[in-house]
């Protein structure tokens, strides 16, 4: 094996000529293949498709292989790439761009940590620039490392890109050296934010000028969160409006994006000691903070898996609110969305609230949906993690091996069908569903337990109500009912509950209104109790004294009737 993370994923096009939807992603290719032969076979799909997806070691990033095609699909048409020979960057402005900012970081990602420094401080301090130049091979193996696959990628000789990224990198400090020493660089300190971005506001420079202001001013910071702290002090002193203020605000949320885009960064912002999804949590909470807070003042679930927002957090949540910081707020979102589609576990160790942080996570990217994902990105995003909630491993930790009652472990797994997103995770969740209700456990404990019949037929009923709730399939949920249904049959048939009941004492208007209560699934399982109910039902409606008894109790009467109706639109 060469040690590569392999998965497929089944995709879905419920008409010809719809868009793709992720259904299935499964570490089992036979399981795919079959999932998606049988999606076809119902004709509940127009088009499946399953591709092979192969995890790259080095650039993190998935392979995709197509290995099954079915139904109405497409021939995309083929592209004509036309290959740009042109170097990436040719001048120093070109590395300041956001997505040379994105490459620097990833290249000297470690040398950065260990400054505590982002790729937009190294950019416009002299100081880090020095640094990095007395560090020797950490500059150099950050160039090659660029000028190997650009070199491949273009047909050139490696040596001859590494002195095209060396001669620009050279240029660029110079150029930065040259201009602190000069001393034509803000320093807010002195001058003040506002002062400053208005001064520069109508140079050509005037985002790299403002931006040596700025990284000069947060270089003292020492954490994370203090940094943080004093971009927000220089966003409260920017100018009040016009094209200053919008030059000040744009060159502050350079950096604090790159801190929130960082792992260590964000870390430190939310708190360390959290576990992934109390991260998730707060990240959520410090991207839509509005709409978090008031969806945890009417949802408790939510709110009990909101941890307390740091200070930091809560001012910077609060400037997050506005629309100001767009790019912060895309950081974050990018996070979450990894983090979500990542192995990692939410809760380590609790399975059960591995499930609740689950619910609450969802309820709240669902409410923030639009400002922070699209819809549909949230839905396959907890598509791929219910994948990992009906695995066998996490579902016997859920369960507590054979601790709980077997009527507890119905429930425990009607939640987990509840939970879990996307037509294979419940397929999937309601086979262990069904395993557990068709168990002779299962039987026993509520044929023996030390509950009444009574008691037992209405646990019976609230459980087979609850699982058309579920969202499974009515081919899934149908055959569970029906077992308990018959589980039922069998509480009633030993306790011959429905012959005692007609023999009380009781006036024939009661007697009837327990039976036809029994009868519509309230207090027993619909399957052979119900209908036993329901034909002792029908003799006490044909009788007299059942009649003459409702007849002087219109109360009743108006109930029965009710009960009645009920039960016509159950058959």
């Known amino acids: 094996m060469n040690g590569q993370q392999v998965h497929y994923e089944l995709f879905i096009r419920r008409t010809p000529g719809g868009g793709w939807t992720l259904d299935m992603a499964t570490e089992n290719r036979a399981a795919a293949i079959s999932n998606a032969e ?18 790259h070691p080095e650039t993190r990033e998935f392979q995709s292989v197509t290995i099954l095609n079915l139904g109405a699909t497409e021939t995309p048409k083929k592209k004509k790439v036309v290959e740009n020979l042109d170097p990436l960057c040719v001048s120093p402005q070109d590395l300041y761009t956001v997505h040379a900012r994105e490459r620097i970081g990833r290249l000297l990602e470690g040398w950065l940590e260990r400054k505590g420094a982002t790729p937009f401080e190294l950019l416009h301090r002299a100081d880090l620039v020095e640094e990095l130049e007395a560090s020797g091979t950490d500059l150099q193996h950050a160039i090659q490392k660029v000028a190997i696959p650009e070199a491949q990628a273009r047909g050139l000789s490696v040596h001859e890109v590494i002195r095209t990224f060396t001669t620009l990198v050279e240029r660029t400090i110079d150029r930065l050296l040259k201009d602190f020493r000069k001393g034509g660089m803000p320093d807010l300190d002195k001058e003040g934010f506002a002062r400053a971005a208005e001064r520069v506001s109508r140079d050509p420079e005037r985002a790299y000028l403002l931006g ?20 927000l002090d220089l966003a409260d002193a920017a100018p009040i409006t016009g094209p200053p203020r919008g030059l000040a605000l744009q060159t502050i949320e350079q950096p604090l994006a790159e801190i929130l885009g960082s792992r260590t960064g964000l870390d430190h912002v939310i708190g360390l000691d959290l576990d992934l999804g109390g991260q998730l ?8 903070c509005d709409t978090i807070d008031a969806l945890m003042r009417i949802e408790p679930s939510v709110a009990k898996i909101m941890p307390p927002l740091s200070e930091a957090a809560t001012r910077l949540a609060r400037w997050l609110a506005a629309e100001d910081f767009q790019s912060v707020r895309v950081a974050i979102t990018k996070r979450v969305v990894r983090d979500l589609n990542g192995p990692r576990r939410l809760r380590p160790g609790d399975a059960a609230g591995e499930i609740e942080v689950m619910r609450g996570l969802a309820m709240a990217l669902t409410a923030a949906a639009g400002s922070l994902l699209q819809p549909e990105d949230v839905q396959a995003a907890f598509s791929q993690r219910s994948r990992m909630l009906v695995t066998s491993d996490f579902v016997e930790s859920y369960l507590g091996g054979g601790e709980r009652t077997a009527r507890n472990e119905a429930e425990a797994l009607m939640w987990l069908v509840e939970n879990v997103i996307g037509a294979a995770n419940k397929r999937q969740a309601g086979r262990y569903l069904s395993a557990g209700i068709s168990a002779l456990r299962f039987e026993k404990e509520f044929r023996y337990g030390p509950d009444t019949a009574a008691v037992k037929l209405q646990k019976l009923a ?7 709730r579920g969202g499974l399939a009515p081919e899934d949920y149908l055959p569970i009912q029906a077992k308990i249904g018959d589980v039922g ?46 034909q002792e039902a029908m003799r006490l409606v044909r009788l007299e004294d059942t009649r003459a008894d409702l007849a002087a109790n219109p109360e009743r009467m108006g109930q029965v009737r009710d009960l009645i109706q009920q039960l016509g639109a159950a058959a």
């Open 38 to 55: 049988e999606l076809m076979s119902a004709g509940k799909v127009a088009a499946v498709r399953v591709t092979k997806e192969t995890l």
């Open 212 to 231: 040596a202001g700025v990284a000069v001013c947060i270089a003292p910071a020492r954490t994370w969160p203090e940094k943080i702290s004093r971009l």
């Open 281 to 288: 949590a707060a990240m959520t909470r410090l991207a839509a």
């Open 462 to 468: 609230a459980l087979q109500r609850a699982v058309a």
């Open 489 to 534: 049959g069998m509480v009633e048939a030993d306790a011959r509950l429905v012959p005692t009941l007609a023999r009380t004492p009781a006036s024939p208007g009661q007697k009837l209104m327990l039976m036809l209560k029994l009868a519509i699934g309230e207090t027993a399982p619909s399957g052979p109790a119900a209908d036993r109910a329901r």
